[in-house]
């Protein structure tokens, strides 16, 4: 962890995870059905069961293998959501919020880089997975309880569906029809 992350973490601690709790509840009762919203919070979830395979895997070879498939998840869910939803926050009159999270997804892409470069079973990689599982389900606790459920009540019904069938097609085109773990990565 870096001095600026300590400094960070030491000023904002992190959110609990009862509070995280009760956020996706209300962003889950205000998503609706099929929104992007609620596609946006089923990755979220995916995400979630990626991390923890990636933590569980009892070997190098599978810790390696579920940590690919966090990295394609992540990423995949992050240019989707730089391409389409960032976007609309800015447009509805959020450009701090979006200019927050391109700078946290970019981060989290820099930290995944460097994860590659450590042996899978050792403690700094772990180290280095509960760093980056932290700012992400921070990340994730910002979207849900405040940011897009804001661009959700701001953005005109008719833009809704164009938003929810952009971000489909953007996470199609990094993942394809392969959005969810294979089944020995469930945990």
Same mark, same amino acid.
């Given at each position: 962890?870096?001095?600026?992350d300590?400094?960070?973490? =030491? ?11 009760? /956020?996706?509840?209300? =962003?889950?009762a205000?998503?609706? /059905? ?10 979220? $979830?995916?995400i ?8 569980? !895997?009892?070997?190098?070879g599978?810790?390696? !293998?579920?940590?690919?498939w966090?990295?394609?998840v ?7 959501e730089?391409t389409?939803l960032y976007? !609309? ?6 450009? @701090?919020? !979006?200019?927050?999270?391109? *700078?946290?997804q ?6 995944? =880089? ?12 772990i180290?280095?997975?509960?760093h ?6 921070h ?10 459920? *804001?661009?959700? /009540? $701001?953005?005109?019904g ?8 952009r971000?489909?097609? *953007?996470?199609? +085109? ?5 959005? @969810?773990?294979?089944?020995?990565? +469930?945990?």
């Amino acid at each position: 962890m870096s001095f600026l992350d300590k400094l960070v973490a =030491a000023v904002v601690p992190p959110e609990s995870e009862a509070t995280r709790l009760e /956020a996706r509840a209300r =962003a889950r009762a205000e998503a609706a /059905a099929g929104s992007w919203f609620s596609v946006v919070l089923d990755h979220h $979830e995916q995400i979630e069961v990626a991390f923890e395979a990636v933590r569980a !895997a009892g070997d190098a070879g599978s810790r390696r !293998a579920a940590q690919k498939w966090l990295a394609a998840v992540l990423t995949g869910h992050a240019n989707a959501e730089e391409t389409v939803l960032y976007p !609309a926050l800015a447009d509805a009159g959020h450009k @701090t919020h !979006a200019g927050m999270a391109y *700078e946290e997804q970019a981060m989290t892409k820099i930290q995944l =880089a460097l994860l590659e470069k450590l042996e899978p079973m050792s403690q700094a990689f772990i180290d280095k997975l509960e760093h980056i599982r932290g700012a992400v389900t921070h990340h994730m606790y910002q979207e849900e309880s405040d940011w897009f459920r *804001e661009l959700q /009540a $701001e953005v005109p019904g008719r833009d809704q569906a164009h938003l929810a069938e952009r971000f489909q097609e *953007e996470m199609s +085109r990094y993942l394809g029809s392969a959005q @969810t773990p294979a089944a020995s990565l +469930r945990v």
